[in-house]
């Protein structure tokens, strides 16, 4: 059996655990440079507002129904993950982050557990430990908990739990799923299985195993037989990512060589961070630039410089010095730039590393000082140590201007109560 975590409306709910005035309250939050929504309450939903539709458009609508607005604060919605992460992963042998708000849980061995109370359990400790509101679904393969777990989420007497242990059961709850909801599925798979009058996931399992291979080929094929009840999408085991992108859009459109340079640079050290953290080396890395492809009354310009590294590497202050060559190399005068990135790849184990003969960089000295950087920027905060590339005046900044503090990793951001004696 398979167990299915999905924190309820994440980012509105993190906003809302921190200011319990906001409970009941529609609430929206938007993209970098406050761009377009990207979450919603269910109040806000109830209100008809769109997903990824840009805030200018929605002015009066937030102004006339008096909908809470905030800049997306990625800092407080990742330590919120973490939070919840952490609970969750207590109750299971085997966790599987699927996302920033969902996880897998493994549970077998469970057979003589009611999946029911724990599950129960399991989403109370969640909401009790973090104030974030979850939903589970429990099944017999991955794909059917997704759809437990809407029903979870739909209907307040399943008490944020549901549980598909039978044929009944899944034959009820496969009539009332559309197609369309189905994971693994699509947009141009479901319109491709309306065409053939496959409205819903029970349609889908009648069909035989020969037409859906035909029609939707190996991937339609496993998804059939899942919502069948026989597991074909294993635990994803990996904990390594196969490579890592730090881009970002900017506050204000960049035309010199200096600022675009030091956003370069604060990428390069996420993607370096990111790499001590899951201790890996890189061996590619890729730096791209571009204005705004919108912006048809401007110059267009963009391109991209990939760079294979002499020797494998997640030093920050080697992976700056290359991502700095590129920038240098495809950067031109005469455009405003809107965006920024940096990528590395081809990403192995931090152990061992294959040396290069003609190497002179003092490898094990840079490992030391890299081990105390983040040692302390672990303990005092983000980037209080960095490197002087990375400059102290961000030009380049987003725009966030409706962000909500971070009230879980800034110390002045720490919520204070006072109590009358």
Same mark, same amino acid.
């Given at each position: 059996?398979?167990?299915?975590?999905?924190?309820?409306?994440?980012?509105?709910?993190?906003?809302?655990?921190?200011?319990?005035?906001?409970n009941?309250?529609?609430?929206?939050?938007?993209?970098?440079?406050?761009?377009?929504?990207?979450?919603?309450?269910?109040?806000?939903?109830?209100?008809?507002?769109?997903?990824?539709?840009? !805030? $200018? *458009?929605?002015?009066?609508? /937030?102004? #006339?129904?008096?909908?809470?607005?905030?800049?997306?604060?990625?800092?407080?919605? =990742?330590?919120?993950?973490?939070?919840?992460?952490?609970?969750?992963g207590?109750?299971?042998?085997?966790?599987?982050?699927?996302?920033?708000?969902e996880?897998?849980?493994?549970l077998?061995?469970f057979?003589?557990?009611?999946?029911?109370e724990?599950?129960?359990?399991?989403v109370?400790?969640?909401?009790?430990?973090?104030?974030?509101?979850?939903?589970?679904?429990?099944?017999p393969?991955?794909?059917?908990?997704?759809?437990?777990?809407?029903?979870?989420?739909k209907?307040? !007497? $399943? *008490?944020?739990?549901?549980v /598909?242990? #039978?044929?009944?059961?899944?034959?009820?709850?496969?009539?009332?799923?559309?197609? =369309?909801?189905?994971?693994?599925?699509?947009?141009?798979?479901?319109?491709?299985?309306?065409?053939?009058?496959?409205?819903?996931?029970?349609?889908f399992?009648?069909?035989t195993?020969?037409?859906?291979?035909?029609?939707?080929?190996?991937?339609?094929?496993?998804?059939?037989?899942?919502?069948?009840?026989?597991?074909?999408?294993?635990m994803?085991?990996?904990?390594?990512?196969?490579?890592?992108?730090?881009?970002?859009?900017?506050g204000?459109?960049l035309?010199?060589?200096?600022?675009?340079?030091e956003?370069?640079?604060?990428?390069?050290?996420s993607?370096?961070?990111?790499?001590?953290?899951?201790?890996?080396?890189?061996?590619?890395?890729?730096?791209?630039?571009q204005?705004?492809?919108?912006?048809?009354?401007?110059?267009?310009y963009?391109?991209?410089?990939?760079?294979?590294?002499?020797?494998?590497?997640?030093d920050?202050?080697?992976?700056?010095?290359?991502?700095l060559q590129?920038?240098?190399?495809?950067?031109?005068?005469?455009?405003?730039?809107?965006?920024?990135?940096?990528?590395?790849?081809?990403?192995?184990?931090?152990?061992?590393?294959?040396?290069?003969?003609?190497?002179?960089?003092?490898?094990?000295?840079?490992?030391?000082?890299?081990?105390?950087?983040?040692?302390?920027?672990?303990?005092?905060?983000?980037?209080?140590v960095?490197i002087?590339?990375?400059?102290?005046?961000?030009k380049?900044?987003?725009?966030?201007?409706?962000?909500?503090?971070?009230?879980?990793?800034?110390?002045?951001?720490?919520?204070?109560?006072?109590?009358?004696?």
């Open positions: 059996m398979f167990g299915l975590i999905d924190c309820n409306n994440f980012y509105a709910s993190c906003e809302r655990a921190f200011n319990p005035s906001l009941g309250k529609p609430i929206v939050v938007l993209s970098n440079n406050d761009g377009c929504v990207i979450a919603r309450s269910s109040e806000a939903k109830v209100l008809g507002i769109p997903m990824g539709e840009p !805030a $200018y *458009k929605l002015k009066e609508l /937030i102004e #006339t129904n008096q909908v809470h607005v905030f800049s997306s604060n990625y800092v407080l919605y =990742g330590d919120m993950s973490h939070r919840v992460m952490t609970t969750i207590q109750f299971a042998p085997e966790l599987e982050i699927y996302s920033i708000d996880a897998f849980l493994l077998d061995g057979e003589n557990i009611n999946l029911k724990f599950g129960e359990k399991v109370k400790t969640t909401i009790r430990n973090t104030g974030i509101p979850v939903s589970m679904g429990i099944a393969t991955k794909t059917l908990t997704k759809v437990a777990n809407k029903f979870a989420k209907y307040k !007497a $399943y *008490k944020g739990v549901c /598909i242990d #039978t044929d009944e059961k899944r034959e009820k709850a496969l009539k009332l799923t559309k197609i =369309g909801d189905v994971w693994g599925i699509g947009r141009q798979f479901s319109k491709k299985l309306e065409y053939y009058s496959v409205n819903t996931a029970w349609d399992t009648q069909r195993k020969s037409w859906v291979r035909h029609t939707l080929g190996v991937v339609g094929e496993r998804t059939w037989l899942e919502l069948r009840g026989t597991p074909c999408i294993e994803d085991r990996a904990t390594s990512k196969k490579s890592i992108c730090t881009s970002r859009s900017f204000e459109r035309t010199e060589l200096a600022p675009v340079s956003a370069v640079a604060n990428f390069a050290a993607c370096a961070e990111k790499l001590r953290n899951q201790h890996s080396y890189a061996n590619v890395l890729m730096v791209l630039i204005t705004n492809p919108f912006a048809t009354n401007q110059p267009q963009s391109n991209q410089a990939v760079i294979q590294l002499p020797v494998s590497t997640n920050t202050t080697e992976l700056i010095n290359f991502a590129g920038l240098k190399s495809i950067f031109r005068e005469g455009y405003r730039y809107k965006k920024a990135g940096v990528i590395v790849s081809e990403i192995v184990p931090e152990r061992p590393m294959q040396a290069d003969l003609f190497d002179t960089r003092k490898r094990e000295k840079y490992n030391k000082v890299m081990s105390v950087m983040d040692s302390l920027n672990t303990s005092y905060g983000k980037q209080k960095k002087a590339a990375q400059g102290f005046d961000r380049w900044k987003l725009k966030n201007e409706k962000l909500s503090p971070c009230y879980t990793t800034n110390l002045s951001d720490i919520i204070v109560v006072k109590a009358d004696k």
